[in-house]
């Protein structure tokens, strides 16, 4: 298993401005990935993150809007840019263990204002 | 491109009351997975059903997959209220390791 840790746990933001959401893990894995998750709702899965490789975007999502940086294979970062209140959710990061298990951090609960 | 769904969206039973969710593919799955995510909290990893047909028992968690691969339950026998929350399955197409999750099945357990 892995233990994963996001910051910030919450925020609350002005539109316009930009955000930058931190996933640690305590192991090193090769695929990490970023969720979205409307309050009372399902997952929608923004990009995947892998090492050394730019990262790869679900239909909907551009990285304009969500640039994703994968220093190495213990961290990753999402940067939510010029908010608007649309992108009020919260984010989650995961990574996947055994070739099919993913462990999810506890989330980034966002909140533009 | 892929789609899962789920049903029932919400489910109220009273405790010690069975309860099952659905969930069924667009395409042919190579394997589906079922998470769990408590009020307040993120999803967790509860099983994985990889071979066509395959039953797999959790405590009083039963995980089914069906013979075509498209369709799977999860039924809980007797619930009890530490079962409440949201449970979601997501399924897995091909060689293709994204995840497509349904929208879940909220359960609530009365005492």
């Known amino acids: 298993s892995a233990v994963i840790s996001q910051k910030p746990s919450r925020d609350i933001c002005q539109r316009g401005t930009s955000l930058t959401i931190q996933c640690q893990v305590d192991?090193?894995?090769?695929?990490m990935f970023w969720y979205r998750q409307q309050p009372g709702q399902s997952l929608t899965l923004i990009a995947t993150?892998?090492?050394?490789?730019?990262?790869?975007?679900e239909s909907g999502f551009v990285i304009d809007k969500f640039p994703i940086s994968r220093p190495n294979l213990t961290f990753s970062t999402l940067t939510v840019s010029n908010m608007s209140p649309e992108d009020s959710s919260i984010y989650l990061c995961?990574?996947?263990?055994?070739?099919?298990?993913?462990?999810f951090g506890p989330g980034t609960r966002l909140t533009v204002t | 491109g892929q789609q899962v769904m789920q049903i029932p969206q919400y489910q109220h039973v009273q405790e010690g009351e069975d309860f099952t969710t659905y969930c069924n593919s667009s395409?042919?799955?190579?394997?589906i997975q079922w998470y769990k995510q408590r009020p307040g909290g993120h999803p967790v990893f509860l099983i994985q059903?990889?071979?066509?047909?395959e039953v797999k028992k959790q405590k009083r968690l039963t995980f089914q997959f069906g013979e075509a691969k498209k369709n799977s339950s999860l039924h809980i026998t007797a619930t009890q209220t530490t079962d409440v929350g949201t449970y979601f399955c997501?399924?897995?197409?091909?060689?293709?390791?994204?995840?497509?999750f349904g929208k879940g099945t909220l359960l609530t357990v009365n005492p």
């Open positions: 995961s990574v996947e263990f055994n070739s099919y298990e993913q462990y």
């Open positions: 192991s090193q894995v090769t695929m």
């Open positions: 993150a892998n090492q050394g490789s730019e990262a790869t975007y």
């Open positions: 395409t042919t799955l190579s394997n």
């Open positions: 059903l990889v071979k066509s047909g």
């Open positions: 997501a399924g897995q197409g091909g060689s293709n390791y994204k995840l497509t």
